[in-house]
């Protein structure tokens, strides 16, 4: 897949993605990006790009005859041509698979006060926004859209199961992720997540996903399935079935009322501190994961995990 940016500031965009791993994936030939200085096209000995808007007003329009030249240097047959525009399209996950199935993708950046209105009426196939905010150009849009799309590329991820599990990718979002060190200023991880039980990991994963979701962000949300009764009573029978490690921003374990899911805390969900008190929940208490006495089932996990910190 090939990528050609159109831009008046080529310098802007060549160096993030030149690094990380989307400079590993290009430098492995997994993609390919040109960056162009539609300046090139410029009229006249100081190569004009732009000039002042009919009918009146503040700023400069960048010219349609500048910008018609540069991306006949670039169009293919086959080319997807997108105008970062604060009007476009909004781009989510799913606009960045489409393009990803294609072969190649020309992304045109405006600055000042936007591009003539007749390169969207007659040269682009989409016009594409990444949120409804101005910036001062394209050059950052132009590069969320490369990332989002090369990253899901064949080979540019070291591991390409992060794809399948990521936020947007499965509906909602993603379960959160911890690593070492299993504890940090008295911050606990999820229990669940050293038992060792694949089985328990994967539920626990999946409604902590489902909680997050609905904390998070409810418009994702799917409906909830409905739980068979008998596997409910057996759940408040065994009292465990991992809900009871379903992440608050102080670890509080979830108590066994909340084990059929009606009760989870999901109001606290990954809240940031800052977002529980706009939300007016008070800050949380700081030492409530220390005072939980870990179980001994969970002292065993413990002793077990110790030796590989
Ligand atoms: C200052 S903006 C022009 C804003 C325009 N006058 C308006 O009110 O819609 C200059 C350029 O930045 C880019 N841009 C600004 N905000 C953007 C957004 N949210 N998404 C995509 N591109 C954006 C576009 O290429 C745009 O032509």
Request: glycine share 10%; proline share 8%; charged share 25%.
């Amino acid at each position: 897949m090939r990528f050609d940016v159109l831009t008046l500031f080529p310098e802007m965009v060549e160096g993030p993605l030149s690094t990380s791993i989307l400079g590993r994936g290009r430098e492995a030939g997994l993609f390919e990006v040109g960056c162009h200085d539609l300046r090139a096209h410029g009229l006249g000995r100081h190569k004009v790009v732009d000039d002042t808007p009919y009918g009146g007003g503040s700023g400069m329009v960048m010219r349609v005859d500048v910008v018609d030249a540069a991306l006949a240097t670039v169009r293919r047959p086959e080319s997807r041509v997108l105008l970062t525009e604060p009007s476009g399209r909004r781009f989510d996950q799913a606009m960045a698979r489409e393009l990803a199935a294609c072969p190649h993708v020309v992304i045109i950046c405006g600055h000042y006060e936007g591009i003539d209105a007749r390169v969207r009426e007659h040269l682009v196939d989409d016009c594409v926004s990444i949120g409804d905010y101005v910036l001062t150009g394209g050059e950052y849009a132009a590069m969320v859209i490369v990332d989002a799309v090369a990253r899901l590329l064949p080979g540019v991820l070291g591991n390409e199961g992060s794809l399948a599990e990521e936020s947007f990718t499965r509906p909602g979002l993603e379960y959160p992720h911890y690593t070492r060190p299993r504890t940090y200023r008295g911050w606990e991880i999820p229990e669940v997540l050293v038992s060792g039980n694949h089985g328990r990991v994967a539920a626990w994963r999946e409604e902590a996903a489902r909680a997050r979701t609905r904390a998070i962000r409810p418009d994702l949300a799917l409906p909830e399935p409905e739980a068979p009764p008998k596997s409910r009573r057996a759940a408040r029978r065994t009292g465990n079935d991992g809900a009871r490690d379903l992440p608050t921003k102080a670890h509080t374990v979830a108590t066994a009322a909340d084990l059929d899911g009606s009760a989870l805390p999901t109001e606290s969900l990954d809240a940031t501190p800052g977002e529980a008190l706009r939300r007016g929940a008070g800050p949380p208490p700081p030492q409530a994961a220390h005072d939980a006495a870990p179980t001994p089932q969970v002292r065993a996990t413990l002793d077990e995990d110790a030796p590989s910190e």
